[in-house]
């Protein structure tokens, strides 16, 4: 078993809050339908140059999103910059994963100007993109437009909802049309995601050890978050009683533990978080905490005895199991005017008794001791108290 001197930092100082939901220390956590959805942003300064027509230069540039941002919920996509002399020329795409929606395709004003526009395409804005001949259509909110038809329509970016987050979006240009020209200075994607499965895992105290001496114990952790839209393993908490918790903390292979107070069974749960707050389900382990000294009882022969045997059998009363191993020759003795007698020692273990067994008679008159050294210890490896005891044969 492997023991630890170190303690837990004061559990207020170790939240990782930036990893999770609103969760409060301490208090139960939401159940994992009820994580909120977070939000992941990427952005391009990549600027696209764009020709009286065909496609832009770069044809398309990409942001990526990094793995574990889970399902999407909604997204939300700016262009930054644009500049066009004709901006209903333009046809705008946004790819991911093979779905492809259009942002923009022959929307927006018609006039003659150079200025500089920033659009944010959203499902939720209150209108399509306004074409006007005479109106620079001005920067704001717009539904993803298609004016190609008789009447402005809105496509969707709904189209990625319930996909994954992570991976390369890519945003493409067309001009449709000849003369006319202009560039995108580059552009931003805001990505609502969450991830609809709590992680699960495990917890293993000292390795597996079914004793420990000491309250001081590592915890040996596992947990994994195996759904399509994981957003992983984030963090994990600890509790002595199942509903006091520790604050949550980084997730971790090991982490360093105190057993609550008092000797006897011990239990510690642990649970786990994904990135997005689904919490898991309590893992539990137990072990045996033991942290008291086993003592030698029914000495015999009794301490301080006189006028015993030279034949008496020389054995003692262990008060609770010890490791067999460490009870030998070496490690309980019986000596004699500073000599070790020599003489065979045994532990029965379902008597807890050790016995030793001169070779020859004890001497006559003699005063005998026995000793018994502190590596003689519990099956959690708690020294023996009792150092011995002597006594005189006749
Ligand atoms: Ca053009
Ligand atoms: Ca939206
Ligand atoms: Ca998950
Ligand atoms: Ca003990």
Redesign the pocket.
């Known amino acids: 078993m492997t023991h630890t001197s170190s303690r837990l930092r004061p559990l207020a100082t170790t939240v990782a809050v930036g990893l999770l939901a609103t969760t409060a220390a301490g208090a139960l956590a939401a159940p994992a339908s009820a994580a909120p959805d977070q939000t992941v942003a990427g952005f391009s300064t990549v600027a696209m140059a764009i020709p009286d027509e065909g496609p832009s230069t770069p044809g398309s540039t990409a942001i990526t999103i990094p793995a574990g941002k889970g399902q999407v919920k909604d997204v939300d996509v700016t262009l930054n910059s644009l500049s066009h002399t004709y901006m209903r020329d333009l046809e705008v795409t946004l790819t991911h994963n093979g779905t492809a929606v259009k942002l923009l395709d022959a929307s927006g004003d018609s006039v003659d100007t150079t200025a500089f526009r920033t659009y944010t395409l959203d499902d939720e804005a209150a209108t399509v993109v306004p074409t006007s001949s005479s109106v620079v259509t001005p920067d704001g909110s717009y539904k993803p437009t298609d004016s190609s038809g008789p009447e402005p329509v809105a496509t969707s970016l709904a189209s990625f909802d319930g996909g994954a987050a992570s991976g390369t979006w890519e945003l493409s240009i067309v001009d449709q049309a000849g003369g006319d020209e202009g560039s995108l200075a580059g552009w931003s994607i805001d990505i609502d995601y969450n991830d609809p499965t709590a992680p699960s895992g495990s917890v293993v105290i000292d390795g597996g050890a079914a004793l420990t001496?000491s309250s001081a114990v590592t915890l040996g952790l596992a947990a994994s978050d195996p759904d399509a839209f994981t957003t992983g393993v984030a963090s994990m908490r600890f509790s002595n009683d199942g509903t006091s918790w520790s604050a949550f903390q980084p997730y971790a292979a090991t982490a360093a533990w105190t057993l609550g107070a008092g000797?006897g069974t011990k239990t510690v749960w642990v649970q786990y978080a994904d990135g997005i707050g689904n919490v898991s389900e309590p893992a539990s382990d137990t072990i045996v905490l033991?942290?008291?000294?086993?003592t030698a009882k029914k000495l015999s022969p009794k301490k301080n005895a006189t006028g015993v045997k030279t034949t008496a059998k020389v054995q003692f009363k262990a008060?609770?199991a010890l490791l067999k191993s460490t009870v030998t020759k070496k490690t309980v003795k019986l000596t004699a005017g500073g000599k070790t007698v020599k003489a065979k020692v045994t532990y029965k273990a379902s008597k807890r008794k050790v016995v030793l067994t001169p070779k020859k008679d004890l001497a006559r008159g003699t005063i005998y001791k026995v000793k018994i050294s502190k590596k003689v210890t519990?099956?959690?490896g708690?020294s023996i108290a009792t150092k011995g005891w002597k006594f005189t044969t006749r």
């Open positions: 001496d000797d033991d942290t008291k000294a086993p008060s609770e519990d099956l959690a708690n």
